[in-house]
């Protein structure tokens, strides 16, 4: 069994975490089995040492189905545990059996997973960019939900008040907000040279 690793030695750079971009193509006939292939390893991956949370967006290309699983970790090295263990292994020997094409795996720090890049190679954008398309996704959301807490959350501490919002704010960032303004900002994300 893999033991959790180690906390950085005081003064360390602090890790932003990990996350694994899987992208699959589906055949429509095996939908049904594919689903509950991927619920029993992502049940799996909750009792994996440094796992923080997964996100499955589901879509169509090409007239397949197609999902977009992000699995968030806390290290780089908790990742790789991951992919070297037994459970992922063996589920990976059956996933060519749901699959219609090859599969696409892509490693991102931050907030980079949340941008859908585009099918050419091409850089991650560059970091202002993010932070700015962070912004404009999350300054109206914070607005929205303090908008719609206040009934609520007047005669609360000042830093009580805010975490309503704050929390509805992160969870509608995450989805649908930040994959739908990287879709709608994609040539500015990723300009063709």
Sequence with gaps: MTTPPSPPAPGAPQSRGVTLVITELVRPARVAEY??????????????????????????????????????????????????SAAYRAALARLPEFTAGEVEYRESEGLEAWFDRPARPTPAPP?????????????????????LSRPLTQGWPWWAAILPSAFLATLFLNWPVLPLLSRLLRGWLYPQR
């Design 35 to 84: 689903e509950a292939w991927a619920r029993e390893l992502h049940g799996r991956l909750g009792q994996q040492p440094g796992f923080l949370g997964l996100h499955v967006l589901r879509g169509e290309s090409g007239g397949l189905p197609e999902y977009v699983t992000l699995v968030r970790f806390a290290t780089p090295g908790a990742l790789a545990a991951w992919r070297e």
């Design 127 to 147: 970091l202002w960019k993010n932070v700015l398309v962070g912004f404009v996704g999350v300054y109206p959301l914070i607005l929205l939900f303090t908008w």
